[in-house]
């Protein structure tokens, strides 16, 4: 096992589950929406504001390129990252890509206080992104872990039973 990516949509949990499931299997955790806030030295959300969303799609691309051939990784990634079919051959190549999907209730439920910083969420309507999105994540997706009503520990379990851990 090389690496685990972990796609969906925002509020789906990437990142906590990606932090709890390096952390079980003592395995680096990547984030790449933080890898691009990093080298950028601007949140996601003013790259969107000062850039477009074009711009960080290509960022987003360069990162995907970079950490390619890691491995012993867990990989959390930006929402959109699989609208690139570049980047989805990119992951499907380098580990085990799983899809944390949600329900409209619970990633509205999840992400309640966080849309200030969730750019998409200022001009689009998250049924309106999911629809858009949710035949490229299963495409994109080795694996589905329907989450809601799951804890973190319990969607990082079933990762782990899909790895045969």
Known sequence: MNAIILIGMMGSGKTSVGKRLAQRLAFKHIDT???????QGLSIARI?????????????????DKISKLSNVVVSTGGGIILNPVNTLRLKEMGTVIYLKGSIAQLEQNLKEASDTRPLLKTH????????????????????????????????TEILKIQGL
């Open 33 to 39: 929406d933080h890898i691009i806030e990093e080298t």
């Open 48 to 64: 969107f504001d000062a850039h477009g969303e074009s711009k960080f799609r290509e960022l987003e691309e360069n990162v995907v």
């Open 125 to 156: 309507a998250l049924a309106v992104i999911l629809q858009v999105r949710a035949a490229l994540y299963e495409h994109a997706a080795h694996f589905c872990i329907e989450i809601d009503g799951l804890t973190i520990d319990e969607i990082a």
